[in-house]
């Protein structure tokens, strides 16, 4: 038995939860129809002034180098650690531009990555890699990370297709590569791996997070001591909640089709690709749906520190509400059928797909942070970078 024949029905009771959630909202709604107005009408004052306020710029926001001194101590402590051959592997110039955007989310029998290899660290080098893991991401970020990393170990123990495919399943098959020197003006870290590839990069005091990929099959564990265990839940439920939320009317704009084509999905080296935004503005949303929406934003770029992360909420908001877009491919009411949304404006790409399980439920997911403007702090050195052909 394989991993997708084991977790072939993943979304079932995501589904099942779905539905009841649903179902109960909708009785609640008939018996309190004039608080739902009165509730909705806050919410949208509420969302009004939470998207469109008036806000410092990053810069002024983000605090400079002092902010972000834990990301520089704990990448220095982790250099540290490590031996000379080690940092050769690990360190090369911040101007290394094609090994700065060589990342893929392929395993690595697919695909070879540089840098050094987490499974060459001892116990002492995998705790101060995991500690400058932390200090780059939020609470929820790391753990998102760290569970994405670990779930190639179920993959591990399940897989039975092959010596290489299951040798690639591993938590340890996970590649860091660092770019100049913590803590000076210019510098930056990657790690790249199956379904993980988060990229940092920090100027003058202030931080991109993006790229950031992030991924997992299974996305729910069926079985099993790790029944139950999932990654990625909330992106889903959190997404079919504005989904179901439009209207007739609504979804005519924001359901661009009910199909969900190969070509959409903007991973590496595509992001050129949207010259255009699609789907149905925020201010086209009610209050409550808007306050969906945002908290969606927010579940995709809360994974990075929070100072990085309010700082390209605060971008977004300064975008405005007719900026920000809502598209959505596939089915609006079967999770475990393939389906995918995008969230688009001029400060941030999103991208969330369920891939395709055939004729049985999905349960395999993809999901991407972009900034059309910045990735890798491309904006604020003032120079573009092409990234390579995705394989």
Request: hydrophobic fraction near 40%; glycine fraction near 8%.
């Amino acid at each position: 038995m394989n991993a997708d024949d084991v977790f072939a029905d993943g979304d079932r009771q995501t589904a099942q939860s779905l539905s009841c959630a649903t179902g109960k909202y909708h009785a609640a709604s008939r018996r309190g129809e004039q608080m739902r107005r009165s509730a909705i009408a806050f919410l949208a004052v509420f969302a009004s002034l939470v998207m469109q306020a008036p806000a410092a710029t990053d810069t002024q926001q983000s605090g400079g180098n002092r902010q972000f001194a834990p990301m520089a101590e704990s990448a220095s402590a982790f250099l540290a650690t490590l031996t000379s051959g080690q940092r050769a592997k690990l360190v090369h110039r911040f101007d290394d531009n094609e090994a700065r955007t060589n990342w893929s989310n392929l395993p690595s029998n697919e695909y070879n990555r540089d840098g050094l290899a987490v499974a060459n660290l001892s116990a002492a080098q995998r705790i101060a890699f995991h500690q400058m893991l932390i200090a780059a991401m939020s609470s929820q970020g790391y753990l998102k990370s760290a569970t994405i990393m670990w779930l190639d170990d179920i993959l591990r123990a399940q897989e039975t297709r092959g010596l290489a495919r299951v040798s690639a399943r591993s938590s340890a098959n996970y590649w860091i590569v660092m770019f100049g020197q913590p803590g000076s003006a210019r510098w930056g870290w990657m790690i790249s791996g199956h379904h993980l590839a988060a990229n940092f990069t920090i100027v003058n005091g202030e931080v991109a997070f993006t790229p950031l990929f992030v991924g997992a099959n299974p996305q729910v564990i069926r079985a099993g001591p790790y029944a139950g265990w999932r990654v990625l839940e909330h992106e889903l439920v959190r997404g079919f909640a504005l989904a179901r939320s439009l209207t007739d009317q609504q979804r005519q704009t924001a359901v661009v089709s009910g199909v969900v084509t190969d070509d959409l999905f903007t991973g590496k080296g595509r992001k050129d690709q949207l010259k255009a935004m699609i789907g149905i503005p925020a201010s086209q949303l009610s209050g409550h749906q808007q306050q969906l929406l945002w908290g969606l934003v927010r579940e995709f770029v809360g994974s990075a520190a929070d100072e990085a992360a309010d700082a390209k909420l605060r971008s977004i908001q300064r975008d405005g509400l007719n900026q920000l877009h809502f598209a959505w491919w596939g089915s609006t009411m079967d999770p475990t059928r393939r389906f995918m949304y995008r969230i688009h404006s001029p400060s941030i790409l999103i991208e969330y797909v369920r891939e395709g399980g055939g004729s049985a439920p999905a349960n395999h997911v993809h999901a991407i942070v972009r900034d059309p403007r910045n990735d890798y702090g491309e904006d604020w050195l003032g120079k573009h970078y092409q990234e390579q052909p995705h394989p």
